[in-house]
């Protein structure tokens, strides 16, 4: 079993940055971010494999948002810039034992985190 935790969520203002981190307790293939707002939908961002190599971001965080890992400390990062109201949600990682699989066909991740709150204020 992994378990993930997610870190960094808070307040911050339209324009402004947070860098969410989820550190896993042990290696899956990949790990991914998801977020969901009040009364919508659970949102796929994006994901990377830890040996490399990531997907397409969704389009309404692209040019905004970035990805990296840190493989030494089991621990993937979402840099998130330039802020807006509409990113407000609950930010979640995932992982997966695979890749294309879970990401590219909507497969359910095998670990989730508990998920972390953003809120971008106006």
């Known amino acids: 079993q992994v378990q993930l935790a997610e870190s960094g969520g808070g307040l911050v203002q339209a324009g402004g940055s947070l860098r969410l981190s989820c550190a896993a307790s042990?290696?899956?293939?990949?790990m991914g971010w998801f977020r969901q707002a009040p009364g919508k939908e659970r949102e796929f961002l994006v994901a990377i494999a830890w040996s490399g190599g990531t997907t397409n971001f969704a389009d309404s965080v692209k040019g905004r948002f970035t990805i990296s890992k840190d493989n030494a400390k089991n621990t993937v990062y979402l840099q998130m810039n330039s802020l807006k109201p509409e990113d407000t949600a609950v930010y979640y990682c995932?992982?997966?034992?695979?890749?294309?699989?879970?990401?590219?066909?909507?497969?359910?991740?095998?670990?989730w985190g508990q998920g972390t709150q953003v809120t971008v204020s106006s």
């Open positions: 995932a992982a997966a034992n695979s890749f294309g699989k879970t990401w590219r066909t909507g497969t359910e991740p095998d670990y």
């Open positions: 042990g290696r899956t293939y990949s």
